[in-house]
């Protein structure tokens, strides 16, 4: 079959207009939306956003911003009448770094108020009086750091020498003629990663962490910054300046001061620290006082939009199964209540005027769209949907079946709770498929561990299997959340703790033989694939079975202690197994593919970003060398300049057509060109 015959190429579906952030104004009347597409010269290729604003009540959007420059962040003035955001627009390449660009909601050409090209500006808030933002940016490098770079006298000292992020300061200016000098608010051997103003203006609230490393979110804090902007001129802050309120041992844990500025509402994770994740929202006094706990969430895993009418309540979103619920805390005691759990998958979620939440929700076979949720009536109005490309497929789609099933290994907790668990998966079989007609089958298993399968629209690019495109061929996909995945509860979640490739291996297995007891899928055509903690899943079964023609193994874990040594979370693995792989040596060997690899004759297909720092391409390369040396068919595809995810347009479209046709080669016998 010829590639360009398949109307659901990667190609097309690249061009699907993915929306990636919500800003709902402060009077709840309008929305600002981000939509990314690809822009594919004969010189780049790279996924910008522009911002489109909609109206409450209905009407065709506006783009408020075009060109070849990336735009995103968008920040409502307290007003309403100005919107700040992020934007390279300043570098005509279009490879600048980001800045602060402001424009007016009536209309206009935006203008900046910064124009850094050492250091890119990452985060911007209003003051609470419109006079100022505030904003997130790594410090510059000196004057000493630049001659050392030009004359190639900069040796990087591992593990000491940092780029710290600090908060500065700007003055609000309509188009001034020069740009307003900004002043760095906060100074020493820190790293800020958050930062909110309390009502006032008088308070900034700021996480910060000791270090911009990935593994110091377990070291988060919470703290509170004193200073009228107008006289913070010559007196920056160090981190003791900073009034400590808490650890919140959190990975992304986002402030939320009430609207009467007496508390602060953060998420926290457990104590101590797990990346396994479990959480919860817990109040900080602003003087210092006692913290209030709200409810724990029933996923244990939650994550905060705002705070609801009169302080009353803060609002949450969270995941249940495939689908995400929002949830009202109570800010008074530990209860708390469902408001709305549609069977959709809702992200980027934002809430303003406190009566209000706006949202982006899609299921598997409607592109997402963007939503408001009226707190008062409980009613739910889409409010606007980017545009599909003109030659978007009008094409067959997968039939689709959500399945349940018991797996053969019991459940064990820390608690010592046990019990055969129920295991979801979705199934995708092939459109049109003729009653009693048994189809290839395959696998695909999500990263994290704690990762899910969620109701996202087929079409879309979230994920690393192109799902219409092998139905297309005929071929079904099963995607199963076993233990271990987030959707199910704390204990389902750490459920597979010390227990890598053998519980949540079971789990995948029972499903794939029940779908084979039913007589929908044949047994002699399986493939299995994954990225990330999804290819140490894959790497890990065609080591165990011969069960699978072929699999494909996307940034995959397959060396358990080189991967600890050379990963930018190298305790990520200690806490998963109980203990560091020199005081656990059998453990880590037994539960890594790349000990237990001799003798795999399942054909592979590995791709790998070449500067990924999460899962090193190290890992990639081992297992390629230990099958090519087995004389296993096996390809290594390895994609330049890209991290753990592939974020190019042209390679992400690479990177999802591969294994479609290495699964039509070797479940098929088909060769795709």
Request: hydrophobic share 40%; aromatic share 10%.
């Amino acid at each position: 079959m010829e590639t360009n015959d398949r109307r659901w190429s990667t190609e097309i579906q690249v061009h699907y207009p993915l929306i990636t952030e919500v800003a709902l104004s402060p009077d709840g009347r309008w929305v600002v939306y981000g939509v990314r597409e690809p822009l594919m010269t004969e010189n780049r290729s790279v996924f910008i956003t522009h911002l489109y604003l909609a109206s409450a009540s209905g009407g065709e959007p506006i783009q408020l911003t075009s060109g070849a420059h990336h735009n995103h962040t968008a920040r409502w003035s307290p007003d309403g009448n100005h919107l700040a955001f992020l934007s390279n627009r300043g570098d005509a390449s279009g490879e600048g770094k980001a800045n602060i660009y402001v424009m007016r909601l009536a209309g206009g050409e935006p203008w900046p108020l910064t124009a850094y090209t050492e250091t890119a500006v990452t985060d911007v808030v209003w003051a609470p009086d419109g006079q100022y933002l505030t904003f997130l940016m790594p410090e510059p490098p000196t004057e000493e750091k630049q001659r050392a770079r030009k004359a190639k006298a900069d040796p990087l000292i591992w593990g000491e020498d940092f780029d710290f992020q600090h908060v500065y300061n700007v003055p609000f200016a309509v188009a001034p003629r020069d740009l307003p000098e900004a002043i760095q608010v906060t100074q020493g051997p820190f790293h800020v990663v958050k930062l909110a103003w309390m009502p006032g203006g008088e308070r900034l609230v700021l996480v910060h962490r000791p270090t911009p490393e990935e593994e110091a979110w377990t070291e988060s804090v919470l703290a509170l910054l004193s200073f009228m902007p107008d006289r913070i001129r010559n007196l920056p802050a160090d981190e003791t300046a900073l009034e400590e309120l808490a650890t919140l041992a959190e990975w992304s844990p986002t402030p939320i001061p009430s609207p009467d500025g007496r508390w602060i509402a953060c998420l926290t994770g457990m104590q101590p620290p797990r990346w396994g994740g479990a959480n919860r929202v817990v109040l900080y006094a602003a003087d210092g006082g006692e913290m209030r706990p709200l409810m724990e969430t029933p996923d244990g895993q939650c994550w905060p939009i705002g705070w609801g009418a009169e302080g009353r309540a803060v609002y949450v979103a969270e995941q249940c199964g495939i689908d995400t619920h929002i949830w009202a805390l109570s800010a008074a005691d530990q209860t708390g209540r469902a408001v709305l759990t549609t069977p959709t998958y809702k992200g980027s979620l934002h809430t303003a005027d406190r009566g209000r939440i706006a949202f982006v929700a899609e299921t598997f076979l409607s592109p997402n769209a963007l939503y408001l949720w009226d707190s008062a009536s409980g009613d739910v109005q889409q409010v606007a949907a980017p545009s599909m490309p003109d030659d978007w497929p009008a094409a067959p789609v997968p039939d689709i079946e959500v399945l349940r099933w018991t797996s053969p290994v019991p459940l064990k907790d820390t608690m010592a709770q046990e019990g055969a668990p129920e295991i979801e998966g979705i199934v995708f079989y092939p459109p049109d498929r003729p009653p009693g007609q048994v189809c290839p089958l395959v696998v695909d298993v999500h990263g994290g561990p704690a990762g899910v399968f969620q109701r996202r629209f087929l079409g879309g690019l979230d994920r690393y299997c192109n799902i219409p495109a092998l139905a297309e061929l005929g071929i079904a996909v099963l995607r199963v959340n076993p233990r271990g995945s987030s959707g199910y509860g704390r204990t389902f979640r750490f459920a597979n703790y010390k227990d890598w490739g053998r519980g949540d291996f079971a789990d995948i297995l029972a499903g794939v033989d029940l779908l084979v007891k039913q007589g929908q899928v044949d047994a002699e055509r399986l493939g299995i694939m994954g990225w990330s903690y999804g290819g140490y899943m894959t790497s890990w079964a065609i080591t165990q079975t011969d069960r699978f023609d072929a699999a494909c193994v996307g940034a995959g874990v397959t060396n358990l202690m080189s991967f600890t040594g050379t990963a930018d979370i190298p305790g990520f693995l200690p806490d998963y197994f109980g203990a560091e792989f020199w005081e656990d040596l059998d453990t880590y060997r037994s539960h890594s593919a790349l000990f237990n690899v001799r003798g795999v004759t399942t054909p592979t297909l590995i791709q790998h970003g070449e500067s990924d720092v999460r899962v090193p391409l190290s890992q990639g390369r081992e297992l390629y060398t230990a099958l090519k040396r087995q004389g296993v068919p096996v390809r290594m595809v390895i994609y330049p300049r890209q991290g753990h995810s592939v974020n190019e347009p042209r390679l992400r479209s690479d990177v999802r057509q591969r294994p479609v046709a290495w699964f039509a080669r070797w479940l098929l016998d088909e060769v795709l060109v």
